[in-house]
């Protein structure tokens, strides 16, 4: 099975079910599509009342199926993107881009497992500090962080990183005195 390229104005989709287990007085009742009558039987209900079938009939969304009614379910129906474990757009072994270190991780690679793991301001603990590439994407997306080490190497290169990176949602305290003596934050207004 491999990646195809959907044509330009593509819609995917999934048939959408529109049943339910159990029966209802209302909910049960068949409905008729394209001229063809979809009844239930005794056990299950329709997801959506008679008017809401209707409604989806005059948006052109029903599909009529051999024995069943089901909807169209576009993909970009929904303001979400499936986070897959099929990551082409990262870069593995020797060809992962700048690193500052030898055994640093691609930042992509990082960026997606925080993104999977942790809500903004949710804690991202790094045991193992490294070049700090999680500190600095951890810092790139909201999320707060610690991390650990021992070397002076790991700790220059980290503390390198962080001082000299620009994280475009905060806004120096101090321009003179640099980040150590804070950032700005910002609240959205609910």
Same mark, same amino acid.
């Given at each position: 099975?491999?990646?195809?390229? !959907?044509?330009?104005?593509?819609?995917?989709?999934?048939?959408?079910?529109?049943?339910?287990? @159990?029966?209802?007085?209302?909910?049960?009742?068949?409905?008729?599509?394209?001229?063809?009558?979809?009844?239930?039987? !005794?056990?299950?209900?329709?997801?959506?009342?008679?008017? @809401? !079938?209707?409604?989806?009939?005059?948006?052109?969304?029903?599909?009529?199926?051999?024995?069943?009614?089901?909807?169209?379910?576009?993909?970009?129906?929904?303001?979400?993107?499936?986070?897959?474990?099929?990551?082409?757009?990262?870069?593995?072994?020797?060809?992962?881009?700048?690193?500052?270190?030898?055994?640093?991780?691609?930042?992509?690679?990082?960026?997606?497992?925080?993104?999977?793991?942790?809500?903004?301001?949710?804690?991202?603990?790094?045991?193992?500090?490294?070049?700090?590439?999680?500190?600095?994407?951890?810092?790139?997306?909201?999320?707060?962080?610690?991390?650990?080490?021992?070397?002076?190497?790991?700790?220059?290169?980290?503390?390198?990183?962080?001082?000299?990176?620009?994280?475009?949602?905060?806004?120096?305290?101090?321009?003179?005195?640099?980040?150590?003596?804070?950032?700005?934050?910002?609240?959205?207004?609910?």
């Amino acid at each position: 099975m491999g990646l195809s390229v !959907l044509p330009d104005g593509a819609r995917p989709f999934r048939y959408g079910p529109l049943t339910s287990s @159990g029966a209802s007085d209302e909910g049960s009742k068949p409905f008729t599509f394209a001229g063809k009558s979809y009844s239930l039987g !005794l056990t299950n209900h329709w997801k959506v009342t008679a008017e @809401g !079938l209707k409604r989806l009939e005059k948006l052109g969304l029903l599909i009529s199926r051999e024995y069943s009614l089901a909807y169209r379910l576009f993909l970009d129906s929904y303001p979400v993107v499936p986070i897959n474990n099929n990551w082409v757009d990262t870069k593995w072994r020797f060809n992962t881009g700048d690193k500052a270190y030898v055994v640093q991780t691609n930042a992509k690679i990082i960026q997606r497992c925080i993104l999977m793991t942790t809500d903004p301001g949710d804690l991202v603990l790094d045991p193992t500090y490294g070049s700090g590439i999680t500190a600095y994407v951890a810092e790139q997306w909201g999320r707060r962080w610690m991390t650990v080490d021992v070397s002076r190497v790991q700790l220059a290169l980290a503390r390198q990183r962080l001082l000299t990176a620009t994280f475009n949602w905060y806004a120096l305290r101090d321009e003179k005195s640099g980040p150590a003596n804070g950032f700005v934050y910002k609240r959205k207004k609910p």
